[in-house]
């Protein structure tokens, strides 16, 4: 009877351990489920997300053609100076462009931001061209950034001389002539003339007393003749015009210039008679650049999404610059940190906790985007450590890794589309856009420079296909997209020479 008894003392047992294993399978079977429920959950999530950035962010071709008309009607309201008009379409009063004839030595001063250039270069004509150039570059002093304008324009003054000094034998200035210089300035102007423009404001971080509404070339004179320096300021140019002026120099064919780097803008040679707030006499040329201030183009056929949006609310200058916001190097990197952020927040894309570097403003730069987005290798290795450096997230999972990759992908896109539908504007205010009457077409270039253009390869490409696709194949062939590395400080100089006091007589 014992026996019996433990047998099934022991059945018992065995049935409870039976129970006790289909209880832990059936609780670790449920954990599984709702952790697939959950992963499930997270992805729909994360792809909800991915499908409302891809809608926001698209640019199909007809809504580019659109943004070009729009471009287009701004630049004729600038130029016909319409209060609120946003493309301020400023009048350059650069109506020479370098031809390659132009002979002597001339001096640049290009002055953008923290440092600023010297430059030096004997011009040999059209056989010679450039025979030997010379630079220096001078880091400004802190504390002369918000000085007064004497002691800036006295810094700048000494150095030119000191670097006037060292000039050697290979540059040839004849005993009767002034030296002239072509002087960059890429702060906002009101121009004047050719040698001549009052300052609106200071930016980049200076904040100097007793300047704007000053002529910005009579300060630089003053500081040389304070130096005993004796230099004559041939031509006062923003950085996109000394672009086009290095452009047309190196090919006469060069017809507007764009800048695509941190910031952006674009400059072109316009028919002086279809400006009507230009007042004066009609240059002899018949030509007239004019520098756009594009990056404050705007327009409701913008395709502004929730990020560009909360990214313009936040920033120095809301309502200003919406266009550079959507295309320039500034800003590209921070609308992926925005994207990558609601996809932490929304889906988990980087684990349960969102990395709290991915909150900071700006963290995420451009470089560091192209970067990611040039990874080729089958596990996105480099993509990867970027995340991990920047980010702080330790361990991304490789669908992580392919969503940001597809994040870059979207940003960038849709950046040097709407690039490439504002410069289709130009050439389309231009007539460039179509066929001549016989079918012909003349050779047109389009000169861009800045580091976004050149080192963003995926984005330099999609931008050059997007032209290509809005122009078609035919007229597309004719127009060709280059780079015009560094064509600004060479473009000061070139117009000192082709607006020089002694041209006349040459």
């Not at 002691?151 to 009767?176: M, N, Q």
Request: charged residues 25%.
């Amino acid at each position: 009877m014992a026996k019996g008894g433990a047998v099934v003392g022991t059945a018992v047992v065995v049935c409870a351990a039976a129970a006790a294993a289909v209880g832990v399978a059936v609780v670790l079977s449920r954990r599984r489920s709702r952790r697939r429920e959950a992963e499930d959950e997270r992805k729909r999530k994360a792809a909800a997300v991915i499908e409302e950035v891809e809608q926001r962010l698209s640019t199909p071709t007809a809504l580019l053609r659109g943004i070009a008309d729009a471009m287009v009607e701004e630049m004729e309201r600038g130029l016909r100076a319409e209060p609120h008009a946003p493309l301020k379409m400023l009048i350059s009063y650069v109506d020479n462009l370098p031809t390659g004839d132009e002979h002597g030595l001339f001096y640049a001063l290009d002055l953008g931001g923290t440092n600023f250039r010297v430059i030096r270069v004997q011009l040999g004509g059209r056989d010679r061209r450039v025979v030997k150039q010379q630079y220096e570059e001078v880091s400004i002093p802190p504390h002369l950034m918000v000085g007064t304008s004497t002691e800036l324009f006295d810094f700048i003054a000494a150095e030119l001389e000191k670097f006037v000094r060292t000039e050697g034998e290979d540059f040839h200035l004849p005993d009767s002539k002034q030296r002239e210089l072509g002087f960059t300035f890429s702060f906002p102007v009101h121009q004047t003339s050719i040698s001549s423009g009052t300052l609106i404001k200071w930016t980049k971080g200076f904040c100097i007393n007793g300047t704007v509404g000053e002529d910005v070339v009579a300060e630089l004179s003053r500081a040389m003749e304070r130096q005993g320096l004796d230099m004559k300021v041939a031509a006062l140019v923003n950085d996109t015009v000394g672009t086009l002026a290095g452009g047309r120099y190196a090919d006469n064919d060069v017809v507007a210039a764009v800048i695509l780097g941190t910031g952006t803008n674009a400059a072109y040679v316009e028919h002086a008679n279809v400006i009507p707030k230009w007042t004066g006499l009609l240059p002899r040329s018949g030509n007239m650049v004019i520098n756009m201030e594009w990056g404050n183009f705007r327009s409701d056929k913008l395709p502004r999404s929730e990020y560009d949006k909360s990214l313009d609310f936040e920033s120095l200058n809301p309502g200003e610059q919406i266009y550079e916001k959507m295309i320039s190097g500034m800003y590209l990197g921070e609308i992926v940190r925005r994207i990558l952020l609601k996809l932490a927040h929304d889906a988990s894309l980087f684990g349960d906790v969102v990395p709290p570097k991915l909150e900071q403003l700006f963290i995420l730069r451009t470089p560091d985007m192209s970067a990611m987005h040039h990874d080729t290798s089958h596990d996105l290795k480099h993509l990867g450590a970027k995340l991990k450096d920047i980010l702080g997230v330790p361990d991304t999972s490789l669908e992580a890794r392919y969503i940001t990759l597809h994040v870059c992908d979207l940003v960038a896109e849709r950046g040097a589309r709407l690039a490439a539908a504002g410069i289709y504007g130009i050439l389309k205010k231009l007539g460039k856009d179509k066929l001549l009457g016989d079918f012909s077409q003349q050779r047109t270039v389009v000169a861009i420079d800045g580091g976004l253009y050149e080192h963003y390869k995926k984005f330099s490409a999609c931008l050059e296909a997007t032209l290509t696709d809005l122009l078609g194949e035919e007229v597309a062939s004719s127009v060709v997209v280059k780079l015009a590395n560094d064509g600004s400080g060479i473009g000061a100089a070139l117009l000192a020479a082709s607006h020089s006091q002694y041209a006349e007589a040459a």
